[in-house]
């Protein structure tokens, strides 16, 4: 399975940012898929996460009530909605999916650099 983020940029504080990430291969296999983020000098971080028929969603405190994580199955793309940005959200942005072919394998994009000015 490949992932390619996009969507990411420079924006100002209480702006909006769509994220996408674009899965290849053997898509058949995803289980769930997510949004993970890692600012200099921190560990990486769950942002929201969601099943393969987007029946369930699970979001870090953080980001409640601003972020939606969302997938267009047919598209084989997830998207991450971002709103009410704030500095603290600056990061760069992963595309993580949680895949189950005879094994089971996790599958990480390359990032997308999200920068928040105040």
């Known amino acids: 399975v490949q992932l390619v983020e996009s969507g990411g940029g420079l924006v100002q504080a209480g702006g909006s940012l769509r994220l996408s990430c674009a899965a290849s291969?053997?898509?058949?296999?995803?289980?769930?898929m997510g949004w993970y983020r890692q600012a200099p000098g921190k560990q990486r971080e769950l942002v929201a996460t969601?099943?393969?028929?987007?029946?369930?969603?699970n979001y870090a405190d953080s980001v409640k009530g601003r972020f939606t994580i969302s997938r267009d199955n047919a598209k084989n793309t997830m998207y991450l909605q971002m709103n009410s940005l704030k500095p603290e959200d600056t990061a760069v942005y992963y595309c993580?999916?949680?895949?189950?072919?005879?094994?089971?394998?996790?599958?990480w994009g390359q990032g997308t650099q999200v920068t928040v000015s105040s």
């Open positions: 291969g053997s898509t058949f296999g995803i289980i769930t």
């Open positions: 969601i099943t393969s028929g987007g029946g369930s969603t």
């Open positions: 993580n999916a949680d895949v189950m072919i005879v094994i089971r394998r996790n599958y």
